[in-house]
């Protein structure tokens, strides 16, 4: 039985936390025709893709204007809640990376505090452009359950050694 099931999962994804967010990371898991998910470093700079028209000598401009919480477009916006005074937005982007080769299906996570005006990010990728970005953050998040339930498990168990 569970030979029949196994035959017909199949893995698109990769998920891992920030360690492997990087283009070493990205590039192993496309050798193994697999999708990364994973979360970039808060502070990297992220660029849209160069719109404008080739200016007609050397190499065509790749990166465009730098993504920044004020720069994100509105039109990416895809959900907004405010929960005890922190109101959390969620946009998607396709941007590059100085470090990775390709675009980067992107969702940033904005958390801003009403009363004292804070403001914190998180940065979500895939190499996946076409991957939804409840998608994207319902893989991450599912990714930390499965390992606190393994934890719960060595616990419970007594396994010390797996």
Wanted: proline share 3%; aromatic share 12%.
């Amino acid at each position: 039985m569970i030979f029949s099931v196994g035959c017909t999962l199949t893995m698109d994804y990769f998920v891992y936390d920030g360690a492997l967010g990087n283009n070493a990371g990205l590039q192993m898991v496309k050798q193994l025709g697999l999708h990364l998910v994973s979360k970039l470093r808060h502070d990297s700079t992220l660029y849209f893709p160069f719109a404008g028209e080739y200016a007609g000598k050397g190499k065509p401009r790749k990166y465009g204007e730098q993504l920044t919480i004020d720069t994100l477009p509105e039109d990416s916006l895809r959900g907004r809640t405010v929960k005890k005074d922190v109101e959390t937005s969620l946009h998607q982007v396709q941007v590059l990376h100085k470090n990775f080769p390709d675009l980067l299906n992107v969702v940033v996570i904005v958390k801003r505090n009403l009363k004292t005006g804070r403001v914190a990010k998180a940065l979500l990728f895939s190499d996946d452009l076409e991957l939804p970005y409840d998608k994207l953050i319902d893989y991450y998040r599912l990714r930390f359950q499965i390992e606190f339930n393994f934890r719960d498990a060595k616990q419970y168990w007594g396994w010390k050694t797996l």
